[in-house]
């Protein structure tokens, strides 16, 4: 019975996996990779700015010092909400929500390619000691800063996929 099952189970797989013969993961497409690296991206103000721009460093795998194709320039914008209350009425729960308006320009003529706005929340819990406190924020824009590089990057690798070779 269990050899039945067996050839069965690799039958469906092969099945399945012949089915996926067309598909190809997105940076496997030409101009995705290379495209991701040659991007430069501009610091915006504040620490929000300044640890997005090291996520997408990161994620964008830019080599210093080489040419750019292009320059990506953003703008950051964090609000912080109590969400959490105790019963003498002080918050103990924050959610942070950053707001990135990011634009994609060609590195020579800074005209602008693609542009796109990215929202993301996080929340964390708040201590009473101040020290704790602080490193519960900073925690809270490390988490934000990263979720939006990742969303930032998807879209850029989405686009450079899409985009028809000149």
């Not at 991007?39 to 795998?61: C, H, M, P, V």
């Amino acid at each position: 019975m269990k050899r039945i099952l067996l050839a069965g189970a690799l039958a469906l797989s092969t099945t399945v996996l012949s089915a996926c013969a067309g598909f190809t993961p997105l940076y496997a497409r030409p101009g995705v990779e290379g495209g991701l690296s040659s991007i430069e991206t501009e610091a915006a103000e504040g620490r929000g700015g300044y640890l997005l721009r090291e996520q997408l460093d990161d994620a964008f795998n830019h080599h210093q010092g080489g040419p750019a194709a292009y320059k990506l320039v953003f703008a950051v914008n964090e609000t912080r909400f109590a969400r959490g209350v105790r019963l003498d009425n002080v918050a103990n729960r924050y959610e942070l929500k950053m707001s990135v308006t990011w634009k994609l320009l060609d590195a020579k003529t800074r005209a602008e390619l693609h542009k796109g706005l990215t929202d993301v929340s996080v929340t964390y819990d708040s201590a009473d000691q101040p020290y704790a406190a602080i490193a519960a924020q900073q925690d809270g824009q490390e988490r934000a800063a990263t979720e939006a590089a990742r969303k930032i990057q998807l879209d850029l690798a989405t686009w450079l996929a899409a985009k028809r070779p000149a």
